[in-house]
Structure formats: C-alpha cells, structure tokens
C-alpha cells in the first residue's frame, strides 16, 4: 500500500531564509513522488516530480526537492523564502494498482508562513 | 485558459437531494479523475477515466454516487441523497495518457450540505 507522511502541519520561516517542508513515503517498487501547492480558493498547482535520474529536482518557483532512497524521504526545499511562497503544500506518490489508473496518494500537506 | 474547469464553483445543498457537478479537463488529456478533500486534510482519490471507460473506484464511492464521461471529454459527477458527511471540496485533474506525468488540477467544487 502506498502512503506519505508529512510530520510538521505548519512551518514558519522568516523571508529571505532557506525553506524545508518535509515528506516521507511508503511504496512498494519505485517510486513516483509529487509536490503541489495550494493557494487560497485556487486548484492545487504542480510544483515538481522525482520520476528518475538525479536525486535533486528543480521544478517551479524556485523550489526543489531532494529525492533519498535510504531515508524514503523527498523534502521540499528553496534557498530563499518569499512571503508570497506562503500557502498549503502536499506531498503525493503515485499509487499502482492493476488497472494503472496511477491516482495520487497525498499526505495532509503543510501550511507554510513566510514572515516578513 | 486551457486549464481544467469546473462547475459550479460553490453548492449549497439541503440534506437529501441530489447534486451534480461537472469537470472540463485540458482537452488533449485523455485521464481524468475525481478526488475529494475535506478540511485539514489532502485529496482522497475516489474514480479514474480513462477516455469513456471508468476503470476504478475507490471504496470511498459509495452507491449514492456516479460519475461519467460519456464521450471521453468532460465528465459528471452525481451524489444522491446527499448527507452532512458529503460536505467537502471536490477536484478533478486530468492527465496526458503517458503513466508518470503529472495531473493538473481544476479549482474544485465546494458542496456544503445543510
């Protein structure tokens, strides 16, 4: 069974200083791993993906993820937060089931606040 | 904007009646699925199109619920009988056919039941 875990529902960083927003994942085979994000009233928006290949991926925004077998983790990151970087973030693994209809598993997300 | 859309944005319900929303995915997408997300939590998978043919269900569809694509482009949702616990956002995303790509997501519909 496929699952995420995201262990911290808020973090607050102050803008200008690095951002972590952690993920772990349980998944049989390898895995698929996603970052979304959620603004108010809005749709929730593809940040990046870890498919294969290099452990660290670039994706929107400035943000980038660090993809790491041993640990089943795949943190969000960005070296310099932004107040408008202020929203909800999931962490999402793709399921697979026989019929591959390849649906989204997400964790609960993590409200980030960027202080000015 | 090519995006996903749906409708309508906001549904007040009384308790018992029927309800239907629609989603538009990005139109070259041939995957299509329906999620719902309650507060404080992510979106909980519940049906995946894949062009006209409903390939699979959650559990957490029950009966009083069904969904349709019927000419593989837009697709509907319906619950009966709507009860309190039916209160959530629902999403639907579309998709590019190849299995890793990512799914992009409409705005929702917001269903509060009365």
């Known amino acids: 069974a496929q699952s995420v875990a995201q262990p911290e529902d808020q973090v607050n960083v102050a803008e200008g200083n690095p951002l972590t927003v952690k993920c772990t994942y349980s998944?049989?085979?390898?895995?698929?791993l996603f970052w979304y994000v959620q603004y108010p009233n809005r749709g929730l928006q593809f940040l990046l993906k870890y498919i294969t290949g290099d452990n660290l991926v670039k994706g929107s925004y400035g943000f980038e993820a660090e993809f790491n077998k041993s640990q089943t983790s795949f943190h969000l990151k960005k070296p310099s937060a932004l107040v408008s970087d202020s929203a909800l973030y999931f962490c999402a693994v793709r399921g697979r089931n026989q019929t591959g209809a390849n649906n989204l598993f997400f964790g609960t997300g993590t409200r980030l606040t960027v202080i000015p | 904007d090519t995006g996903v859309s749906q409708n309508p944005r906001h549904k007040i319900t009384k308790r018992g009646q029927n309800v239907t929303f629609r989603c538009d995915p990005i139109?070259?997408?041939?995957?299509l699925y329906w999620y719902r997300q309650t507060l404080g939590q992510g979106p909980e998978f519940l049906t995946y199109?894949?062009?006209?043919?409903?390939?699979?269900k959650s559990r957490l569809l029950s009966d009083r619920f069904s969904a349709e694509r019927p000419k593989g482009s837009f697709s509907t949702l319906e619950i009966q009988r709507t009860e309190q616990g039916d209160s959530a956002m629902y999403l639907c995303?579309?998709?590019?056919?190849?299995?890793?790509?990512?799914?992009?997501f409409g705005p929702g519909t917001r269903l509060t039941v009365l």
């Open positions: 995303a579309s998709s590019h056919r190849a299995s890793y790509n990512e799914q992009f």
């Open positions: 998944v049989s085979g390898n895995p698929y």
């Open positions: 139109s070259e997408h041939n995957r």
């Open positions: 199109f894949q062009n006209e043919a409903q390939l699979e």
